[in-house]
């Protein structure tokens, strides 16, 4: 069935698990006291060891990696969500995240990982990226579509991306690719794999693969409208 959990028939995401009650350090801006709020969790794995998962979990790029068994890191209800993509269910997104190779297309592939844990979603393992490398191996977008060496330098913007864990500490939801500063790096504010795509030259041919933002015409006759109003012409 070629139209199922296609653009205008996804399946549904999973809803929020766990919540912590705010708790603060500083009520006048509502800085968050993640100490108190751990404390008092009911989430049973704790901040540190929720990280290690974390870590593991990349390190074996999602079970993919040869001598990993992806059952070991992630629930049977699994789920991949990007800006744009998804939700892809386990085995979908293992077949397809297992075909691209990103260490053969770009072995110099850095992440320049840094995570934090969710003090309102204590379940939930933040983790920004940056980094880039250089496409200088084959890229596999499936079987019969590769994307020969362009030697081109992808440069990432910095993305926010998640690890939702359950109380077995597998992996039920990753989401990915959300981009936090368009300006950075040489995707037009594209993340994941539409910004290595766009990086090297090779963009898939729908807009949503061109740049983060694409303005409509109905955007920019808004906003002459508004300068007009206003006298700034």
Known sequence: ??????????????PQRYENTPQ????????????????????????????????NVMESEFGTKPGYNPDELLSSDFQFVAPIIGPLCKDE????????????????????????????EPNR?????????????????????VILPTNKKVMNPPQASSLLFDENGKCYTLTAGYTMDKRIGNTDGLGALFGILKAIGKPFPVREAQALYVPSCGFEALERFQKAFTGEY
């Open 125 to 145: 393992v933040w983790f920004i990226t940056r980094g880039g490398g250089t496409h200088s191996g084959p890229l596999r977008l499936a079987p019969n579509q």
């Open 1 to 14: 069935n070629s139209g199922k959990n296609t653009v205008r028939n996804r399946i549904k995401w999973h």
């Open 93 to 120: 997104f293992i077949k397809i995240f297992g075909s691209f190779k990103l260490r053969d297309a770009l072995p110099d592939l850095k992440q320049d990982l840094m995570f934090i844990v969710d003090p309102v």
């Open 24 to 55: 603060y350090k500083n009520t006048e801006i509502h800085e968050l006291d993640s100490t108190k709020m751990f404390s008092s969790s009911t989430f049973p794995i704790a901040p540190e060891s929720l990280i290690q998962l974390a870590r």
